[in-house]
């Protein structure tokens, strides 16, 4: 198995993917001829042509609507709004349209396609580069959420949006486009969409996040069990929409207590949907209040305090020592 980077992963699922099916296709803004403003489709115009690799238009409307129609119409288009912060350029398209066309035709048009987009702080990127709003999508019917968390299952999990029969919003970290490499395999692989996954075993704590965040709470894991003898499952969520509750509620039984971590921002951000599953399923066996470790609600800041709007491991450890003492 080759080590690779998000990046590299990525790369790697669509290649394979448009090798296996003449109906994927790539589209927007300099995906073609550049690869990408962050080379996740770098060489893909050679091995397909461009056709099947479209450079389009500044227009984000444009983008998610045409691929709209081509998903409508046999294609499965996998098209990219360049950062988050442009896709709202597109959501009319996005929740009038490719959200709603199975239900408004009584399914007789699914909507095969996949939204990529960069999201997230972190990485010093100008205004409307490094929001977090997953939650704008989440709350949409019709659409599902995905958050990979590094390489190997943000390969995985992007085949399983390719081929999933409805639009797919795929969300990537770029603060871990290349900061860590694993090992990816050669072989097709594939992760269910709406399935969470248990990263760290631990029974006096339970830790909930995705995305960029997993790391830094993983980090704050290993820091409490080196400093406080705290052992704390790490659970990571992958998909966001559909929430799989299944795994941190009955975690949340065993350890009576529960962090969520994300980098949204705190009203009305994923913590608050998780709670209110948490509250349903499991309240009778929290011995504390769920503690949540956001960032503020503000507009991301830029370069000299992004750093301090992110959560970062020490935040994540105060936040689980609250937990614990309450």
Not at 146 to 163: D, K, Q, Y
Not at 180 to 207: A, K, N, W
Not at 213 to 225: D, V
Not at 247 to 264: D, I, L, N, P, Y
Request: glycine content about 8%.
């Amino acid at each position: 198995m080759a080590e690779l980077t998000t990046v590299e992963a990525l790369n790697l699922a669509l290649r394979q993917e448009m090798e296996r099916d003449d109906s994927v296709l790539v589209l927007g803004e300099d995906v073609g001829v550049d690869g990408g403003i962050f080379r996740v489709t770098e060489g893909l115009i050679d091995a397909y042509g461009e056709e099947r690799v479209i450079d389009t238009p500044v227009a984000e409307a444009a983008i998610v609507g045409a691929s709209v129609g081509m998903a409508a119409y046999g294609l499965k288009p996998v098209c990219e709004m360049q950062f988050s912060g442009f896709s709202y350029f597109a959501m009319h398209q996005i929740e009038s349209h490719a959200a709603r066309l199975r239900w408004r035709s009584r399914g007789r048009f699914g909507v095969p396609m996949v939204i990529r987009m960069p999201y997230g702080a972190g990485v010093k990127a100008l205004e409307h580069h490094s929001e977090s709003k997953e939650v704008y999508f989440a709350h949409t019917p019709g659409l599902k959420v995905v958050i990979p968390s590094g390489p190997r299952n943000a390969r995985a999990l992007l085949v399983s949006a390719i081929r999933d029969p409805d639009p797919v919003v795929f969300m990537e970290p770029k603060l871990i486009y290349r900061a860590f490499r694993e090992e990816v395999p050669d072989d097709e692989e594939t992760i269910p969409l709406g399935e969470s996954r248990t990263v760290r075993d631990g029974d006096d704590l339970t830790m909930v996040a995705y995305g960029a965040m997993l790391h830094r709470t993983l980090e704050a894991a290993e820091a409490l069990a080196e400093e406080d003898g705290v052992e704390a499952e790490v659970i990571d969520l992958l998909t966001v929409s559909p929430l799989d509750d299944s795994r941190f509620t009955e975690s949340a039984r065993r350890t009576g207590r529960v962090v969520v971590v994300h980098e949204a921002h705190r009203t009305f951000g994923p913590a608050g949907e998780i709670v209110a599953r948490l509250v349903e399923k499991s309240f009778y066996y929290l011995e504390a209040p769920v503690e949540r470790v956001t960032a503020p609600d503000v507009i991301v800041p830029f370069f000299a305090r992004e750093q301090d709007y992110m959560p970062d491991v020490d935040r994540i450890v105060a936040g689980a020592r609250r937990a614990l003492e309450a």
